[in-house]
């Protein structure tokens, strides 16, 4: 399989570099895969988990938004928030989850739609933490 070379970069650090075989990202239009030779793309992302491929290895990193690009150099994702499964505070990520319910009667109109959608996101994530796939 031909590899290309993906970038994870947040605000903190440079999370990952290196010659990968795919990437799955989690887009705010669905979720997608990127392959050698994708055509060139700029996509928003939602918090979610992407998974990077190599060599038939799969990395699960948490992403809580950002941006995605793929050009002819490669694939960057500008991270809002990158952190590894295993780097996760499990025990504060569902703190997070339950002030982010807490905090839901302070909102109203688009601003409640906005923080009920990335609720939903969080929950996902969550899921997807303690499903029998992620261990």
Do not use: W, Y
């Not at 998974?51 to 992403?63: E, F, P, S, Y």
């Not at 809580?64 to 990158?82: F, I, P």
């Not at 990520?93 to 688009?110: P, V």
């Amino acid at each position: 399989m031909a590899t290309f070379h993906f970038d994870l970069v947040s605000p903190e650090k440079l999370a990952f570099s290196g010659e990968v075989d795919q990437v799955d990202i989690p887009g705010v239009e669905g979720d997608f895969g990127v392959l050698s030779g994708h055509a060139p793309v700029i996509a928003a992302i939602r918090p979610g988990i992407l998974t990077v491929t190599t060599g038939g290895t799969h990395k699960k990193i948490i992403v809580l938004g950002g941006l995605a690009e793929m050009s002819e150099k490669g694939l960057t994702v500008l991270a809002d928030v990158a952190t590894s499964i295993e780097e996760l505070d499990r025990a504060k990520f569902a703190e997070t989850i339950a002030e982010m319910e807490a905090k839901l009667g302070e909102h109203d109109g688009m601003e409640l739609d906005h923080a009920i959608e990335r609720l939903d996101h969080f929950k996902g994530i969550h899921g997807q933490l303690h499903s029998t796939a992620m261990h």
